[in-house]
């Protein structure tokens, strides 16, 4: 038995499978965020609703790729004699797009994440790690708490790496609204752009309030994991980045 | 002890792997295409078979109000007779320049009664009108309102064989592609021919294209020639594309 002040000997390790899931989830999310991107750079426009195509107005479009605010449509016809009746136009510009690997390549690192995360999920209600480590305990829930953490943060007042899961109060709500809310909600959108899907469970469509808000709202939850990966980066360098990967690889 | 027993995890995960490889290479079943040992098309066959197994069988696709109608967008070919993004059809255009009176669809292959099937034939069977959404895979969406004859109709009509696992598709503009039985036998699975209550245009396919509605757009070929049902999945080659898109 160490004495107390002897971390080494009382300190609780990564387990393996939180370290297996850990760097799997990585690869994954570095493949579907290369590839997520370049599936927008096809079509760098958001909308709301259902519907949502070049000949209907945008919430916004992004200014990547040569697809960005194109022409390349002849004359509208309209679908019908009144006014204010749709159209359909005809493309004549050769768009960028290389979907046929971005596609298939984000499907299949969706496939690992959706696996991983499953499992993941599982154990972790299994064995207890979520009620010992990611959920923050009640008395620790408290507004002087979370401000306490949060200007030792902005302090720059890191603590060295714990060499295992005992994580601060900030940071275990952060993983919490990650596991828990950001990955499902970027896993439950990407389904409803699935025809096959939504056909059979049509709900999908009703919750995110249609194909084309699924999938804005997918892009919002990509870029709010984008923004969490960073500032994982980041604390994981100022409490010392050689120590944390070595502790997330290899246990010690 | 500890380096030994590191070295059984990473045996057992390297064997695991394998096993997985070997599960996820059905080279010679035919049941859909060849993964051509590339790790996307096996992605792509993951997908298929999951959802062949999981989802029910004929749920519906989504179907709309008339007012939903939206705007909708040719792309793609958008005339074979004057293709900007590959060989253009002088057949089309002949074809075109006699209003398609002289079109036929082609059936053959693995039917009791193979022959072809004019416009007004086609239109004799009883139609299925359905506003649906389009699902590109560029990431746009648009609804319209589609009528015609299922596919069903057709097939059971030329008498196709109950050994019978493929539907492939010819078009005039040089396409080739196919569905299996259940996307075939799908009741929202039509021969389009009217497009929001109006002859197809050419742009969207006339006279007549295919409508699939659980998979995204580019399986919705346009500009029918020829339907030619098949025992076996025809290999065309990989063409760079997942040939399953319901996802």
């Known amino acids: 038995m160490g004495t107390p002040a002897d971390r080494s000997e009382i300190r609780i390790k990564h387990k393996a499978w939180v370290r297996a899931a850990h760097w799997t989830v990585t690869l994954s999310f570095f493949a579907l965020v290369f590839t997520g991107v370049e599936i927008l750079m096809v079509h760098p426009r958001l909308y709301w609703g259902e519907v949502g195509n070049d000949l209907t107005p945008a919430l916004f479009e992004l200014p990547i790729s040569r697809n960005y605010k194109h022409g390349g449509y002849d004359n509208p016809v309209s679908f019908r004699a009144e006014a204010g009746s749709p159209v359909s136009a005809s493309r004549t510009y050769d768009i960028f797009n290389q979907n046929g690997w971005g596609r298939s390549l984000h499907f299949l690192a969706a496939w690992l994440l959706v696996v991983t995360g499953l499992a993941y999920l599982i154990t972790g209600l299994i064995t207890g790690h979520f009620k010992h480590y990611i959920w923050p305990k009640l008395k620790e829930f408290t507004p002087a708490a979370f401000w306490r953490d949060f200007k030792d943060h902005l302090k720059m007042r890191i603590a060295p790496p714990a060499g295992g899961p005992q994580y601060g109060l900030l940071q275990k709500f952060t993983y919490m609204l990650v596991t828990f809310f950001a990955l499902p909600v970027a896993v439950m959108t990407g389904f409803t752009m699935s025809p096959a899907i939504t056909a059979a469970y049509p709900f999908l469509l009703a919750i995110f309030g249609g194909a084309q808000s699924a999938r804005t709202i997918h892009f919002f939850a990509s870029v709010a994991l984008e923004l969490f990966l960073l500032m994982h980066l980041l604390m994981i360098i100022l409490s010392g980045f050689k120590q944390q990967i070595r502790y997330m690889t290899f246990g010690k | ?247």
């Open chain 2, 1 to 247: 002890m500890k380096r030994k027993k590191l070295v059984t995890r990473r045996t057992a995960i390297i064997t695991g792997l394998s096993t997985l490889g070997a599960f996820l290479l059905p080279g010679c079943s035919h049941s859909s295409p060849p993964t051509y040992g590339n790790i996307l098309r096996m992605g792509d066959w993951l997908t298929y078979n999951a959802q062949r197994t999981l989802l029910p069988e004929q749920s519906m696709a989504k179907e709309y109000n008339y007012r939903d109608i939206s705007s909708f967008p040719a792309t793609g070919t958008i005339n074979p007779a004057d293709n900007l993004f590959g060989d253009s059809s002088e057949e089309y255009a002949q074809l075109q320049r006699g209003a398609f009176a002289d079109w036929r669809l082609t059936i053959e292959g693995r039917v009791a009664r193979p022959g072809t099937y004019s416009m007004s034939q086609i239109q004799s069977f009883p139609s299925r009108t359905q506003i649906t959404r389009h699902t590109c895979e560029e990431g746009w969406t648009a609804i319209g309102q589609w009528t015609g004859v299922p596919l069903a109709s057709i097939l059971e009509h030329a008498g196709i064989y109950p050994s019978a696992r493929f539907v492939n598709f010819y078009s005039y503009d040089g396409w080739e592609d196919s569905i299996d039985m259940l996307d075939a036998f799908h009741p929202q699975t039509i021969l389009a021919y009217g497009m929001n209550g109006r002859d197809l245009s050419i742009p969207h396919g006339a006279p007549l294209r295919l409508r699939v509605e659980k998979q995204i757009g580019y399986k919705s070929m346009k500009y029918l020639q020829r339907i030619v049902v098949t025992d076996e999945f025809i290999d065309i080659g990989d063409s760079g594309w997942s040939w399953y898109v319901g996802i």
